[in-house]
Nanobody, 113 residues
Framework: VQLVESGGGLVQPGGSLRLSCTAT????????MAWYRQTPGNQRDMVAS???????NYVDSVKGRFIISRDSDENTLYLQMNSLKPEDTAVYYC????????WGQGTQVTVSS
């Protein structure tokens, strides 16, 4: 399976972006899908996840600002990011797990004035 991300870019603090991750197979075949982010020299950390049941989880630093969702018709996972802060700057990766973990190629998000 391939995961193709899009939607990253440069945005000012307080702005919004929506990331997309389109899969080449039905997203309901995955046990879990998630968004991770990574900054240079640091590990890749989970930002938000959605289980096959629909249960969502968020890291504390993005609660109330980010929303993870999915569209089964489009086989796409989304991350709506609002009230962005400079510390949200990172490469964002789409993750999916069925039998093995799968990763997208990453998309850069830069929050700066």
């Amino acid at each position: 399976v391939q995961l193709v991300e899009s939607g990253g870019g440069l945005v000012q603090p307080g702005g919004s972006l929506r990331l997309s991750c389109t899969a080449t197979e039905s997203i309901f075949s995955f046990n879990v899908m998630a968004w991770y982010r990574q900054t240079p020299g640091n590990q890749r950390d989970m930002v938000a996840s959605i289980l096959g049941s629909g249960v969502r989880n968020y890291v504390d630093s993005v609660k109330g600002r980010f929303i993870i969702s999915r569209d089964s018709d489009e086989n796409t996972l989304y991350l709506q990011m609002n009230s962005l802060k400079p510390e949200d700057t990172a490469v964002y990766y789409c993750y999916a797990h069925r039998h093995i973990p799968e990763w997208g190629q990453g998309t850069q998000v830069t929050v700066s004035s």
